[in-house]
């Protein structure tokens, strides 16, 4: 789910940014620090999107910068457990699709891809339902359901499931709605 968040935190500006106005040298600095980062309780910084205050800065003997208390807004994601996600299909492997989910990648394991027999083509990398003939690809858009979430700095696990109605592939749903 995407967040816009208010933070309270303390960033250096380096003296390369002491010619911008005050909240531009910050929001830069900002923006270096932590934009593209994961924390695991909050999820991916994407953007700082506002400085709401900065308060008196402390310089630090034998360190160039400028640490300022300042609070800010930021645009954050982190999927939540039973979150519905529109992600396409970036990886197909013999154990599953990963999907692309706003800034990060997903894994819908071969088990969770659809309620029918599958089988994997490795030449062209599709998964294909042996009763309804559907098939998954890399570039598939798919609509899929959220069933566990571990972020950590280092590696990160976010599980996907297909296999409850009005889930799958955005041109299987169409398929089925047609149908009906």
């Not at 995407?2 to 935190?9: H, Y």
Request: proline share 4%; aromatic share 8%; hydrophobic share 40%.
């Amino acid at each position: 789910m995407f967040k816009i968040l208010t933070i309270k935190d303390e960033v250096g500006v380096s003296p390369t940014k002491f010619n911008l106005e005050l909240n531009e040298g910050v929001k830069e600095s900002l923006q270096e620090q932590i934009e593209g980062k994961m924390h695991p309780d909050i999820g991916v910084f994407l953007s700082v999107t506002e400085i709401t205050s900065v308060g008196d800065g402390k310089i630090i003997p034998e360190d160039g910068a400028v640490y300022y208390p300042v609070q800010f807004k930021i645009l954050a994601y982190r999927p939540e457990i039973n979150e519905i996600v529109i992600g396409e299909v970036v990886d197909i492997t013999e154990f599953g699709a990963f999907t692309r989910v706003g800034p990060l990648d997903a894994l819908i394991h071969v088990s969770q891809i659809m309620d029918d027999k599958i089988a994997y083509d490795a030449k062209n990398a599709v998964f294909t339902g042996k009763k309804t003939g559907y098939k998954l690809k890399e570039g598939d858009l798919v609509k899929a359901r959220v069933v566990g979430v571990s972020l950590g700095k280092g590696r990160s696990k976010i599980s996907l499931t297909m296999r409850q109605p009005l889930l799958g592939a955005l041109d299987w749903l169409d398929k089925d709605k047609k149908k009906k």
